[in-house]
């Protein structure tokens, strides 16, 4: 399967921490991307990284990117009850003859005021 | 801008119905065009995707199907829905084939099959 990995699956901390969330992935990509969805809704897009990029930077998000390892990290600093959400990570392979993506489990962050 | 449609937002349907949901999408053209399913709790599983009209490709043996009557509809669809049916149906989009770029997703149809 070319499916990604989150972890940790469920991350609680306090408003004002930093959250960090992890992604591996099995295969070679063209890029990584993290999105986030609440609650019953669609998937909002976050921040895509290249996969001759290192680390990217997006406001209070920061994701680095270690094809060596296979693996991705975002960081959301200084964190918001509205933080609260489940995060994706998805590997996004672009071909002629379709781009494809696919998609970790998740990780559920709750931030508590 | 760039607007995708999904409906309906919810449905509740008996095993062994028909299933039919519809995405749109709008201020593009030539889309990649996705349909996701997740179960509760869940990641994403990619069962369909379409580079053009009537070309459809997929990703998971199931007892769904997917057709593309035109550039910017894309129908999730099934004969006779399973139990294991249930679950969010995310309909996205994505740039042109070769092209690098991110999805941009529906609100999701919650189907629940009784």
């Known amino acids: 399967s070319q499916q990604g990995e989150e972890d940790p699956q469920a991350l609680s901390i306090q408003e004002g921490e930093n959250a960090t969330m992890n992604c591996s992935y099995k295969t070679s990509i063209n890029n990584l991307q993290w999105y986030r969805q609440n609650s019953g809704r669609g998937l909002v897009h976050l921040i895509l990284?290249?996969?001759?990029?290192r680390e990217k930077h997006s406001g209070r998000l920061r994701v680095t990117l270690d094809t060596s390892k296979k693996s991705s990290s975002l960081l959301i600093t200084a964190s918001r009850a509205a933080d609260t959400a489940s995060y994706f990570c998805a590997t996004g392979h672009i071909s002629n003859t379709g781009n494809q993506f696919y998609f970790g489990t998740g990780t559920s962050l709750t931030v508590i005021p | 801008s760039q607007t995708i449609h999904q409906w309906p937002a919810t449905l509740v349907q008996p095993v062994g119905s028909p299933l039919s949901l519809e995405c749109t999408v709008e201020?593009?053209?030539?889309?990649?065009l996705y349909w996701y399913r997740q179960a509760a709790g869940r990641g994403l599983q990619l069962l369909f995707y379409s580079v053009g009209i009537g070309q459809i490709s997929s990703e998971v043996p199931q007892n769904l199907s997917a057709s593309r009557p035109q550039d910017r509809q894309f129908i999730l669809s099934s004969k006779k829905l399973l139990l294991s049916d249930s679950g969010f149906y995310l309909c996205?989009?994505?740039?042109?084939?070769?092209?690098?770029?991110?999805?941009?997703f529906g609100p999701g149809t919650r189907l629940t099959v009784l």
């Open positions: 996205a989009w994505g740039p042109e084939r070769g092209q690098e770029g991110t999805q941009y």
């Open positions: 201020g593009t053209s030539n889309p990649n």
């Open positions: 990284i290249r996969s001759n990029e």
